[in-house]
C-alpha cells in the first residue's frame, strides 16, 4: 500500500507533456535541430551551416517584389493533355492532384513588378508543381512575360527551381517551350534589354538547357545543384568518377558557368545592383534613340 494513501508514480506510469508537432525541424546538410519560427525569420537558411531550404514561388515573390507592387499575368493557362498520357497517374489525374496541393494552375508564377522601384518583368518556377517542369503552359506564360517586358523595356528576372525539365508528359510540345522561350530572350537581347537568371536548388535539364543557362547575368544560391542530368547518371555513362562537388554552384562558379554566388537574403539587393549598374532604369530604358549624324554630302564635281 502506498505511503499515506498516495499513488506511487514512476517512469513507466507517469505521463508525459503533450508536445505540439511541427515546431521544429531537421537541415538536410548538416543534420542540426532548428526551430521553425527562426527558420521562417531567416527567409528560411539553416543558421547553423548556411543551407538554403526550397522556398516556393509565392514565397520567392514576396522575397524580390517591392510589397503591394506585383500583379500577375496569364494565371488563366492552364496544361491541356495532347497525349491522353496514360500510366500509374493519367497526366489529367496528376495536374489536378497538383493544383489541389499547390494552389497552382501550373508550375511557374509570372507578372510585374518593382524591385526597389525599379519596374521588372519576374518569373518564377515552383518545384511543388510536378517538379517545376516545363511543359506548354509554363513556356508559354514565360514567353509572353518576355515578349511584354521587351515591349515595355524592363528588365526580366526568371527564378529557377526545377528539377523536372522538359514535361514528358507533353511529349515534343514540352520540348518546343525550349527554343520558344530562347527565341523570346534572343529579341529581348537584340533589343539591348537585360535578363537576370537566378539559379536555386535544383535547376537541371530542359530548364538549364534553356531559359535558365542564357542571363545575361546568372546567380546562383550556394550550394545549388546545376546541370542537365545527375551526376549518377553521368558517371554511369562515362564511366568515370566525377570531381567533389561537381555540379554544385561553387563548382560552376571557379569554371565559369555562373557569374555569381548570391545569399538569399542578398539577392534582391544584388539584382538591384546589376539593374542600376547597367541602366535599366524607366527613363533611360524608354528614351528614345537619338537622331543618326547624316552622311557628308558628295561634292558635285560635275
Known amino acids: 500500500m502506498a505511503l499515506f494513501g498516495r499513488k506511487h508514480f514512476n517512469l513507466l506510469n507517469s505521463k508525459k507533456k503533450d508536445i505540439p508537432a511541427g515546431l521544429w525541424t531537421q537541415c538536410k546538410d548538416c543534420s542540426a535541430t532548428i526551430y521553425k519560427k527562426e527558420l521562417v525569420d531567416n527567409l528560411s537558411v539553416c543558421p547553423k551551416c548556411g543551407y538554403h531550404f526550397a522556398l516556393n514561388a509565392r514565397e520567392r515573390i514576396d522575397l524580390l517584389i517591392d510589397l503591394g507592387t506585383f500583379k500577375e499575368r496569364d494565371q488563366d493557362l492552364v496544361s491541356v493533355d495532347p497525349l491522353k ?84 508528359y507533353e511529349g515534343v510540345f514540352s520540348l518546343m517551350q525550349m527554343a520558344k522561350t530562347c527565341s523570346a530572350l534572343a529579341r529581348h537581347n537584340e533589343a539591348g534589354l537585360l535578363h537576370i537568371s537566378c539559379l536555386t536548388n535544383p535547376t537541371m535539364a530542359g530548364i538549364m538547357a534553356s531559359f535558365a543557362g542564357v542571363g545575361d547575368i546568372i546567380m546562383a544560391e550556394p550550394r545549388a545543384l546545376i546541370g542537365f542530368t545527375g551526376p549518377r547518371v553521368i558517371e554511369q555513362t562515362i564511366r568515370q568518377k566525377l570531381p567533389a562537388g561537381f555540379q554544385q554552384s561553387e563548382f560552376l562558379l571557379e569554371h565559369g558557368l555562373i557569374d555569381m554566388i548570391v545569399d538569399r537574403k542578398d539577392l534582391k539587393a544584388r539584382i538591384f545592383q546589376v539593374i542600376d549598374y547597367t541602366g535599366m532604369t524607366p527613363t533611360a530604358a524608354t528614351a528614345p534613340a537619338s537622331d543618326p549624324v547624316p552622311p557628308p554630302e558628295t561634292p558635285d564635281n560635275s
Open 85 to 168: 498520357f496514360k500510366g500509374p497517374k493519367t497526366y489529367k489525374e496528376k495536374l489536378h492532384s497538383d493544383q489541389k496541393s499547390t494552389g497552382l494552375r501550373d508550375a511557374v508564377i509570372s507578372g510585374e513588378g518593382n524591385i526597389n522601384g525599379r519596374p521588372v518583368m519576374i518569373a518564377v518556377t515552383d518545384s511543388r508543381f510536378i517538379m517545376g517542369s516545363m511543359g506548354s503552359v509554363v513556356g508559354e506564360r514565360i514567353t509572353r512575360a518576355i515578349e511584354s517586358a521587351t515591349d515595355k523595356r524592363i528588365p526580366v528576372i526568371i527564378v529557377s527551381g526545377s528539377g523536372g525539365g522538359a514535361r514528358m
